[in-house]
């Protein structure tokens, strides 16, 4: 296995998908991929979309599914968006 990239090197990749994607659901695939094989400290990467006002589905995604009764495909976020920290939903 390669070694990891660095975070720039990183960056620059995900920059040149970007630039080279046919469409957004591609570029959300590539770069759960991306991640996925160079951040190694995370198990799990992907991309919640939101769908209405208050609900987030599951988009492109790296990594296993949680194995647990609740579902994480959809789910109702609980307080509002906002940078940086986006805690979207209760876990209870």
Known sequence: MPAPL??????????????SSASAQVLMEA??????????????VGFYMLEGADTL???AFQGARRRTPVSHSTREFVEPL????????SMT
């Not at 991929?33 to 799990?44: A, C, D, G, I």
């Not at 906002?82 to 939903?89: F, S, Y």
């Open 82 to 89: 906002r940078p940086p920290a986006r805690r979207l939903w």
């Open 6 to 19: 660095k975070n720039v090197d990183v960056q620059r990749e995900a920059d040149q998908l970007s630039a």
């Open 31 to 44: 770069i759960c991929k991306l991640l996925h094989e160079q951040m190694l400290k995370y198990n799990w």
């Open 57 to 59: 589905v599951l988009g």
